[in-house]
């Protein structure tokens, strides 16, 4: 589901910066390259005070960068940041159209020609490629729009800070490796430091709950600011639903933390025994932390080693995790975790007593002290009237007895049934460790 803003911007008076994200590149807007870029420098903006009014991808034609970076400009952006179209190649266009959009003539840039033919100088000789034909045909990403700031590079293609009017745009590569490593000099040059300056930082914070609608939690925030008092509109909140797990960001200006901890108190004495985490930790971080020195297994059907991947996520994960089992067949099942085929045979594979005796293996065989089973219909076939496509059983058991076993029934396609799977087994794990029945 998507993110639902409550409060579109942080309403406390305060000039703030604000900053718009152009991805360009005609293989990321038609789905063959994920971009990584703008989310990523968003959530870097966001962390120094700057406001982000959009993400916009578009295809590498001169018009419609023109266009995006107008709509920008027109929605009163300070920074606009750029990400790819500078390498050597005719369909490179960024650099050319900023300077167009800025008003500013191309120009060559000597100093940077020499940086990008002394990095081309080496891989022209390891690959025995003519140094002066290549150092021509990439004297292109040495044009630069006169008066811009260059980036020294972290491949071959300089970024550029160029003075537009009112607003200022900072060109960086597209390789997320080069952008990241060329982040922090575009932010130290003196044009970009003098915008930033003005930003002044948000405070924020992450309340995690599971298993709880978003319904509730809107009821919830209208019942704080209700009957509270709480000025949930000096806050800017975000919720978001995903896989079962409502997670609600919060951004506040200072001076506005009594009305975030009005919410924060509102939220716990409202939802308290949903919550998983009041300071953005994960679910596995939380279960790693929860696990507090003991062991953990794993038997897994449907969910296909997903589970065993979600626990080892963490560096670390070894001090913890014993191993997993993949149980896919019904011989496997009795086999490598001892599930007994005539218990199979009588309530099916799919069932809480099968889900409890692959627990019981997952702790014989790997001498841990909690494991936790999954056996389900991911689908799309094998469901029955009886146990429809989505039936999931599960059982988190410890060694000295403990027992949370759970079968419900999940929405969504395959993809979704098996994800899902994985986030209420490790929910599960969570309360078994924490000594608690989850809420129903």
Sequence with gaps: MAPTSQNARVSDGASSVRAGILVTGTEVLSGFITDRNGPWISARLAELGVEVIQIAIVADRPSDLLSALEA??????????????????????????????????????????????????????RMKFDADALREANRKQAMVPEGATPIVPSGTAPGLVVPAGDQLVIVLPGPPRELHDMWPRALATDPARKVLDRAQPYEAFSIRMFGLPESELAKALREIEREDGARLDRLEITTCLRGGELITDVRHRAGDEAAAEGLRAGLERRLGRWTYSESGESIGEVVAKALDGRTVAVAESCTGGLLAGRLTERAGASEYFRGGVVAYSNEAKAQLLGVDPALIESHGAVSPEVAEQMADGAL?????????????????????????????????????????PRDIVLPGDRADIRDRSVVVAMHLLRYLLEGREPPR
Aim: aromatic share 6%; proline share 3%; glycine share 16%.
């Design 364 to 404: 014989e065989r790997f001498g841990a002290d909690v494991a936790c089973s999954v056996t389900g219909i991911a689908g799309p076939g094998g469901g029955t009237e009886e146990k429809p496509v989505g039936y999931v059983c599960f059982c988190v058991k410890s060694r000295s007895g403990e027992l949370l």
């Design 72 to 125: 920008m400009r027109d929605q009163d952006a300070d920074l606009i940041f750029t990400t790819g179209g500078l390498g050597p190649t005719a369909d490179d266009l960024t650099a050319e159209m900023v300077g167009r959009f800025a008003g500013r003539e191309m120009v060559l840039d000597e100093g940077m020609e020499e940086t990008i033919h002394t990095i081309l100088e080496g891989f022209a000789r």
